[in-house]
């Protein structure tokens, strides 16, 4: 089986930072390409950031600037800095990768179960 665990989300002020991470965990043999969505009651989910393997990063217009993703290969983790946030920015984050469990088998994507950030004064 294959986990992905969130955590770094919280209630912050608005112009705040913080640091979500997410460790993908189980039978892997290969992530290839891993990213953060977010979703707000009533709203589609919506990507934020994504990586791929070899470090090329992609992001929402509206986070440009503000948001930076990493990755560390070895830990088979994703990060998400998040600084001068906004109250708009306020949504639960998921975690998502594509990811293969063995050398023959396709590339399957995964969610992880999110985590709430809340920018509130």
């Known amino acids: 089986q294959v986990q992905l665990v969130e955590s770094g989300g919280g209630l912050v002020q608005p112009g705040g930072s913080l640091r979500l991470s997410c460790a993908a965990s189980?039978?892997?043999?290969?992530?290839?390409?891993m990213g953060w969505y977010r979703q707000v009651p009533g709203k589609q989910r919506e990507l934020v950031a994504g990586?791929?393997?070899?470090?090329?990063?992609n992001y929402a217009d509206s986070v440009k600037g503000r948001f930076t993703i990493s990755r560390d290969n070895a830990k088979n983790t994703v990060y998400l800095q998040m600084n001068s946030l906004k109250p708009e920015d306020t949504a639960v984050y998921y975690c998502?990768?594509?990811?293969?469990?063995?050398?023959?088998?396709?590339?399957?994507?995964?969610w992880g179960q999110g985590t709430q950030v809340t920018v509130s004064s």
């Open positions: 990586i791929t393997s070899g470090g090329s990063t």
């Open positions: 998502n990768a594509d990811l293969a469990r063995t050398w023959y088998s396709g590339s399957y994507n995964y």
């Open positions: 189980g039978s892997i043999f290969s992530i290839f390409a």
